[in-house]
């Protein structure tokens, strides 16, 4: 059986909005293509539904949200992102539907995306591994606001909040699919993608007994190299890329 080969990600852009549902989302595998978008002199802002408030059992959400947030800012800053917004949605109980859809829309007016990257928006992660509710639902609202945007009669309190239609998303990118079709070379990015993700360390540290580093860069380098097989063997980051 012939193993279809990853197509190289779109280079005609100049911004991009990234929108998941927790800190963290992001950094388990999209950093080191982020980190070289910025390298080119690409804009990427990130947006995230919630501050991850209900993913350390031993803190409690009051203390646990501004401490996930520092900690995804500093990540941020690691790959050349420096706009991180937070849209206050509840964590773990987030709910697909149109105020969500509206929160994600407003955002790509704000921020006048070409590209925008979600994660996985599926039940599962490919085979019987479930997904959460929360990036189900927050991919799923993310491709929907990608065509809300657009629309002035959709939302048209936006536009009476200055927030003009914006119909200049060209490819909404989902990482984290089991059935991706393109990809971005990982190889440059790949040491920042790790300090990335290790400025999650207090959820690194209650997730893994293994030495925080160690997990991260074997996490993140076996991605990358399972993802290289299709991609020329490169190490990489996948996405599924819808046009619109």
């Known amino acids: 059986m012939t193993?279809?080969?990853?197509?190289?990600?779109?280079?005609d852009w100049r911004r991009a909005l990234a929108v998941v549902a927790h800190p963290d989302d992001l950094e388990y595998g999209c950093s080191a293509a982020i980190a070289a978008w910025t390298d080119e002199g690409r804009e990427v802002a990130y947006v995230l539904a919630t501050r991850g408030e209900a993913g350390i059992d031993?803190?409690?959400?009051?203390?646990?949200?501004?401490?996930?947030?520092?900690?995804?800012?500093?990540?941020?800053?690691?790959v050349g992102v420096s706009e991180v917004e937070f849209l206050d949605h509840r964590d773990g109980v987030v709910e697909y539907g149109t105020a969500l859809r509206r929160d994600i829309a407003a955002a790509i007016r704000r921020h006048r995306p070409e590209l925008v990257i979600t994660l996985n928006h599926r039940d599962t992660w490919g085979g019987v591994a479930w997904n959460t509710p929360d990036h189900v639902a927050v991919g799923r609202a993310t491709l929907d606001a990608a065509g809300d945007a657009g629309n002035r009669w959709i939302f048209r309190e936006l536009v009476e909040q200055g927030l003009e239609p914006w119909d200049g998303v060209r490819?909404?990118?989902v990482a984290g699919s089991s059935t991706p079709t393109h990809a971005v070379d990982a190889t440059a990015g790949m040491e920042?993608?790790?300090?990335?993700?290790?400025?999650h360390r207090t959820y690194i540290e209650v997730l893994t007994d293994e030495d925080p580093e160690t997990y991260v860069r074997g996490f993140l380098t076996q991605h990358a190299e399972n993802t290289g097989k299709r991609f020329g063997g490169?190490?990489?980051?996948?996405?599924?890329l819808f046009g619109r």
């Open 3 to 11: 193993t279809t080969q990853l197509q190289p990600m779109p280079s």
């Open 192 to 199: 920042r993608a790790v300090r990335s993700l290790l400025e």
């Open 171 to 173: 490819w909404v990118a």
């Open 58 to 78: 031993t803190l409690a959400p009051e203390e646990c949200g501004p401490l996930r947030e520092r900690e995804q800012r500093a990540s941020a800053a690691v």
């Open 234 to 240: 490169r190490p990489a980051v996948a996405f599924e």
